[in-house]
């Protein structure tokens, strides 16, 4: 199947600081990527659309200051955390559509802010 | 709106036994694909199969089969033989239109527990 590298697997920070989350699609053109956050024993909660050139359009409750996205091209989607506390602690999970519309995921972020 | 159902929070299947995981979903759209993903402890989510609206056959990919009800807007995973390490959350999720765009909608999951 198609293959989405999300970077880095996990990460530890302090209070205060913001954390860059890297989605990259290996072998496809991916115009929109979603992201996702996840808390334990969870469904994923969509957080927002990344769209290839353009604003994201984030979903009703995600801070768009707090979660920065940026698509500037067609194989990459960053999520920066900004300015991260405790409470943003979280499992992080991007995906998008390949070219037959089958959906793949990065292998998630586990983000610890202490 | 769309919507995905998956109604058993937990299952619990012995070692080399089939098991069925539940699924049901809700969309006006005629044109929809259906997924089924595995999340082990890891967190990684692992494509499993996948079935368009349009399919008439049932999708298969290994001991995974995709019992595809369209009338009764169900699409049940089967996992056939299974094994200890199917132990880990099995989610449904639906690619339909909303809106002009076709953001995936996911079910709550269920978790499965092989024993030997």
């Known amino acids: 199947g198609a293959v989405v590298s999300q970077h880095p697997s996990w990460v530890i920070c302090k209070s205060g600081t913001s954390v860059k989350i890297e989605c990259r699609s290996l072998d496809f053109q991916a115009t929109t990527m979603f992201w996702y956050r996840q808390f334990p024993k969870q469904s994923l909660m969509l957080m927002a659309t990344s769209n290839e050139g353009s604003k994201a359009t984030y979903e009703q409750g995600v801070e768009k200051d707090k979660f920065l996205i940026n698509h500037a091209s067609l194989t990459l989607s960053t999520l920066t955390v900004t300015s991260a506390h405790p409470e943003d602690s979280s499992f992080y999970i991007c995906s998008a559509y390949d070219r037959v519309e089958k959906l793949f995921f990065g292998s998630g972020t586990q983000l610890s802010v202490l | 709106a769309q919507k995905i159902t998956q109604t058993q929070p937990g299952m619990f299947v012995q070692e080399k036994e089939a098991v069925t995981l539940d699924c049901t979903y809700d969309t006006s759209d005629q044109s929809y694909g259906l997924f089924w993903y595995k999340q082990p402890s890891s967190g990684e989510m692992i494509f499993l199969i996948y079935q368009g609206s349009y399919d008439e056959q049932n999708a298969t990919e290994g001991r995974y089969s995709l019992n595809f009800q369209k009338a009764r807007k169900s699409a049940n995973l089967v996992i056939s033989a299974s094994q200890l390490g199917d132990s880990a959350m099995y989610f449904c999720?639906?690619?339909?239109?909303?809106?002009?765009?076709?953001?995936?909608?996911f079910g709550r999951g269920t978790s499965l527990i092989v024993h030997p």
């Open positions: 999720a639906m690619r339909a239109s909303s809106g002009g765009s076709y953001i995936p909608t």
